[in-house]
């Protein structure tokens, strides 16, 4: 039985788009009438980056950090219809079915790695996981952290596991660092990286993995394009982060030589 759950709620209100982000997610009222940021499967990079959100945020809460709780939005068909701006409308009417939302830190600011204070064991976590699940978008332009009610939430994780954009070389991936761990924000501030590898490789057991891998929409990973079944996505994944995490020794290394 999997130990991890995430819960489904019905969007009932859009309320605006958040222009911001690249894939333009927009700002909703749920059943539940909580906000969230609803991130689309007809946006951009679809339900692959939808994926790496889930993916990405659970492993981070896994690992005992801040992630606003994901949920699964269910969007039916009436919003497209009333909605004036034709990209959104688009947006909206491609997206219809289910899609990924993130609760609404109301009043949280964007970290500021010149003002922003953080803690050097949550820095140290943060920058080997992003390692480990290759996100290659947080870094000082883009830093993807709030600060809300004075703690570090780690927010959108959706450019990671970038392999899946392409299935066909997803095994060159296996045996490869990460160097851009360079451009990391938090990187100068991570000054007890052996801390946190041992507690990932505690945390990060097999169960963990498989029970974060099984919450993925068996429809998120179904792809006509791709001679792969949704189970072989899901055994991909998993051997991927098997290896990121048999490379953490090397990915410690590389980022204490990047510093």
């Known amino acids: 039985m ?7 709620v019905d969007v009932v209100q859009y309320i605006t788009p958040l222009r911001e982000g690249g ?6 009222r749920a059943d539940d009438d909580f906000l969230y940021v609803l991130k689309f499967t007809g946006a951009g ?8 959100e889930l993916l990405g945020g659970e492993i981070a809460r896994t690992l005992g950090l801040k992630v606003p709780e994901l949920v699964f939005m ?21 997206s219809v079915g289910l899609n990924l939302g993130l609760h609404f830190l109301s009043g949280a600011i964007t970290y500021d790695p010149l003002v922003s204070e953080i803690d050097s064991e949550t820095a140290s976590i943060i920058v080997l996981l992003d390692s480990l699940i290759s996100n290659i978008d947080r870094t000082a332009k883009n830093t993807n952290l709030l600060e809300w ?13 970038y392999f899946h954009h392409n299935w066909e070389t997803w095994k060159n991936h ?10 990391h924000v938090l990187l100068s501030k991570a000054q007890h990286l052996d801390e946190a590898a041992k507690q990932i490789k505690e945390k990060l057991t097999d169960e963990a993995l498989l029970d974060t891998i099984a919450l993925i929409p068996e429809n998120w ?7 792969m079944s949704p ?25 204490k030589n990047a510093k």
């Open 74 to 94: 269910n969007l039916d068909d009436t919003f497209s219809k009333t909605e004036p701006d034709e990209e959104i409308q688009d947006l909206l009417k491609f």
């Open 2 to 8: 999997n130990s991890k759950e995430v819960r489904s």
């Open 23 to 28: 894939s333009m997610p927009g700002l909703v």
């Open 149 to 161: 009610k004075k703690e570090l939430w780690v927010i959108d994780n959706g450019a990671s596991f």
């Open 174 to 183: 296996l045996t490869r660092t990460f160097p851009l761990i360079k451009d």
């Open 231 to 255: 189970a072989e996505m899901r055994d991909a994944y998993y051997t991927y982060l098997k290896a990121k995490l048999n490379l953490l020794d090397e990915l410690l290394k590389e980022a």
């Open 45 to 52: 990079q679809g339900k692959k980056a939808l994926i790496a």
């Open 221 to 227: 990973l179904e792809d006509d394009a791709v001679d």
